[in-house]
């Protein structure tokens, strides 16, 4: 089964595009423009049932920043485990930015943390 994911065209002109409704929860997928012809989208999962649409996102070459502060504790890990086990089978890469946020980029991609960011892999 296909993941769509929103276009990155439509989130770069500052729109966000809910997904569709698989748990009752609102989902947004937006890019940042500015960060390669691939874009950086941002979710905000309401359930652990979104997780398998940022691994698609990333095997589609996006890199995906998610905040996982809208789920409860075990949801929350649980979902973060998963996404990140999808990470090590497409050989994706992982940086915790802060306490519930994460980057997840497509090997190949320059994840720079020197800058004192607070970036960790």
């Known amino acids: 089964m296909a993941l769509s994911l929103p276009s990155l065209n439509s989130a770069a ?9 698989a748990c009752g929860s609102s989902l947004l997928a937006s890019s940042l423009p500015g960060f390669g012809h691939e874009g950086i989208l941002v979710f905000s999962p309401r359930c652990f049932s979104e997780a398998a ?14 905040n996982s502060s809208w789920l409860e504790d075990s949801p929350g890990q649980r979902m973060i485990d998963y996404v990140c086990g999808g990470m090590t089978a497409i050989g994706g ?3 915790r930015i802060a306490e519930e946020i994460f980057l997840f980029a497509p090997a190949g991609v320059r994840v720079d943390g020197s800058a004192g960011y607070g970036l960790t892999a």
């Open 13 to 21: 002109a500052g729109a966000a595009t809910p997904a569709p409704a």
């Open 53 to 66: 649409r940022v691994i698609e996102a990333v095997r589609q070459r996006h890199t995906v920043l998610l």
């Open 93 to 95: 890469q992982i940086h």
